[in-house]
């Protein structure tokens, strides 16, 4: 994982260094670091935990250099130092690195550069990096990166500067993200655009085995063996300030009350009213494909990959598509029998999850036709399929994902029901309805984010509770699993999210009065038998907030508390069930005082394996 960055121009490289890393601290937090040529050398700060720390270290020592690398780490290799901090340098301190990635073969690299007489201040993969260009260079230091980059195996987004050249910047990547940001006088490098836009709106979209020379006036842009590449410079379409707290706590907390506009963004001219068909640009099927396929495969990771189940089951349920959903991690270890016909759909908020982009190529391989569902454009994993449907859902910075999840179901159901449509599989009367239910859910999202204040209410009931199960049947299986990983992820409570109908198989044991049980039991096709669950729950001095619709009278006489939904389709309940179970999550978090942007051991964008 983690983020890396670098200035060159004529402002103090330190300020938007630490600006940039702020926007990428999502990447990673274990340390931070930065290196600005200073008085003919380099100055190299980094310390262990937040930003915040490297800020303070930064204040007390100010640095006044104008060109300069940082970075925000997520520790794989060697635990979180100051000495496995980066940038790394070589012996000398004249070559310094900043690595977002994994170097596979660092170890056979390390000893061999060992043997040349190198020696190692930290154990990290990416040290071997600031030997080898050290090794190579002559003088010139886009021609040692060559040189070196030819003896790296794995993945990388790096950034090298060199104390004897301060007017040159190299940057490059493979499979890890890297945009290079164009100023005016200035050029900056970010692991994505964000970290970039408060001084430019304007990026290149740095490919695999690419490469990027910085200087303040010039960027030049060559495949790792020199040979000059063009791209298009891109525009960023969000403003500059998208990413601020804007007066909220948290993030996170700004991400979930910015659902219903980002939804309306998401349904804008897609599905315009409940009796026009769903359009979606970008997805690249013709309607003869679509009636075609014979097999639908998702792949994605966490909150990503609970969509994904959702979208399973509403394209088995509506457009008779025979579906699978695979965790990214576990696809290749399967061997997925890819039919001819075969459809995967990829989704995924960052679009460079490495698990889901190694998913992604796999099932290429095979031969699927691959649609991604993703946030951020123009990322890896949405470049490299046949066609993409962004969720329109603009920077989502907390660690726990929030509109992102809502939005990739809504963008899921559209799918769903155009290929019903389309495939005439499902009875229009009900795809009408469908439609003008999605049409309805921003209004019904802010209808839930103005209950807020009975969420956390029943938030202050169970904070304390050390345990909780989250249990639900058909489509919002992936409701309670997404429900209880919130949960955890942030407040750190142990929670489980299973299929109701298993806990009679196990779990149950393990219900006592200190365990509370979330139960989603929306009316529909299972809302009896989720009855039962909770009588079951119940008989055992189990205390259970259930999540239910607007009106239901019998669920006040089973359940201790309710989380209130309104009515809907039970196939678009998991949108709006999603609602009352973040905002849950997060009032126990806040109560129990955890850090809820950014929680123990995560990380937003995990770009390892
Ligand atoms: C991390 C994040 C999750 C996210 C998952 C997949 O674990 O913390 O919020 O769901 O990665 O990320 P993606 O960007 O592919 O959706």
Redesign the pocket.
């Known amino acids: 994982m983690c983020g890396i960055v670098g200035y060159i121009g004529d402002r103090p490289a330190t300020e938007v260094c630490v600006a940039g890393l702020r926007r990428l601290e999502y990447r990673g937090y274990d340390s931070a670091g930065i290196a600005v040529a200073e008085n003919g050398g380099l100055e190299i700060v980094k310390v262990v935990g937040k930003l915040d720390g490297l800020a303070e270290a930064l204040a007390e020592n100010p640095l006044s250099g104008t060109m300069g690398i940082g970075h925000t780490r997520w520790a794989t290799h060697g635990k979180p130092s100051e000495v496995n901090s980066h940038p790394h340098t070589s012996m000398d301190g004249r070559i310094a690195v900043v690595h977002n990635g994994i170097i596979e073969n660092y170890a056979d690299l390390r000893d061999s550069l060992q043997e040349e007489g190198y020696e190692f201040a930290s154990e990290t993969d990416t040290e071997v990096i600031a030997h080898l260009v050290d090794k190579y260079y002559k003088g010139d230091l886009a021609a040692a990166f060559r040189r070196a980059v030819k003896d790296l195996e794995g993945a990388f987004a790096l950034g090298i500067v060199c104390a004897d050249d301060p007017d040159q910047m190299v940057a490059a990547r493979r499979f890890s993200p890297l945009v290079v940001g164009i100023g005016d006088g200035e050029n900056f490098i970010a692991s994505d655009m964000g970290a970039v836009r408060e001084w430019t709106d304007r990026v290149y979209v740095i490919d695999d085995d690419e490469m990027a020379v910085l200087t303040r006036h010039d960027i030049v842009l060559t495949d790792l063996d020199g040979n000059p590449i063009e791209h298009e410079p891109y525009q960023i379409p969000w403003p500059a300030d998208a990413a601020e707290k804007g007066g909220h706590k948290h993030f996170m907390h700004k991400e979930i009350h910015e659902q219903p506009s980002a939804m309306r963004e998401c349904l804008l001219g897609r599905l315009t009213d409940a009796d026009s068909p769903i359009k979606l640009d970008g997805l690249n099927m013709t309607e003869d494909e679509i009636r075609g396929l014979r097999k639908i495969v998702f792949t994605?990771?966490?909150?990503?990959y609970h969509a994904g189940l959702v979208g399973r089951f509403l394209m088995e349920k509506l457009a008779r598509v025979p579906a699978e959903c695979d965790l990214a991690a576990e696809l290749r270890a399967r061997d997925p029998v890819v039919l001819e016909d075969t459809l995967a759909i990829v989704?995924?908020?960052?679009?460079?999850?490495a698990d889901?982009l190694v998913a992604l190529r796999e099932l290429k391989d095979k031969g699927a036709k691959v649609v991604s569902v993703v946030n951020t454009v123009d990322s890896s994993i949405a470049r490299e399929s046949d066609g993409v449907v962004y969720i329109q859902a603009g920077p989502e910075i907390g660690?726990?994902?929030t509109k992102?999840y809502t939005l990739q179901l809504l963008t899921l159901t559209m799918m769903a029901t155009h290929f019903a449509a389309v495939r005439g599989t499902a009875n229009e009367e009900d795809l009408r309805d469908l439609r003008a239910s999605m049409l309805g859910v921003p209004e019904q999202t802010q209808e839930l984010i103005d209950r807020e204040d009975d969420i956390r209410e029943v938030a202050s009931k169970y904070y304390e509770a050390p345990d909780a199960f989250y249990l639900a049947r058909g489509v919002n299986v992936p409701s309670a699993l997404e429900g209880a990983l919130k949960l955890k992820e942030i407040s750190y409570i142990h929670a489980e999210g299973y299929s109701a109908g298993e806990m009679k198989h196990g779990p149950i044991a393990l219900i006592e009065p200190n365990l509370f049980t979330v139960a989603i039991a929306v009316e529909g096709e299972v809302y009896e038998k989720m009855i039962g669950n909770i009588q079951e729950v119940k008989a055992r001095s189990g205390p259970v907030v259930a999540v239910a619709m607007d009106g239901d009278a019998e669920i006040t006489r089973q359940a201790d508390d309710v989380l209130w939904i309104p009515e809907c389709p039970e196939l678009i309940s998991p949108i709006t069930a999603a609602i009352p179970l973040q905002l849950l999550a997060y009032h126990i978090s806040d109560m129990l005082g955890r850090e809820i942007d950014q929680p123990r051991n995560?990380?937003?964008?995990?770009t390892v394996e």
């Open positions: 994605a990771c966490g909150t990503a989704v995924s908020q960052s679009g460079e999850t889901t660690v726990a994902s992102a995560l990380a937003k964008t995990v």
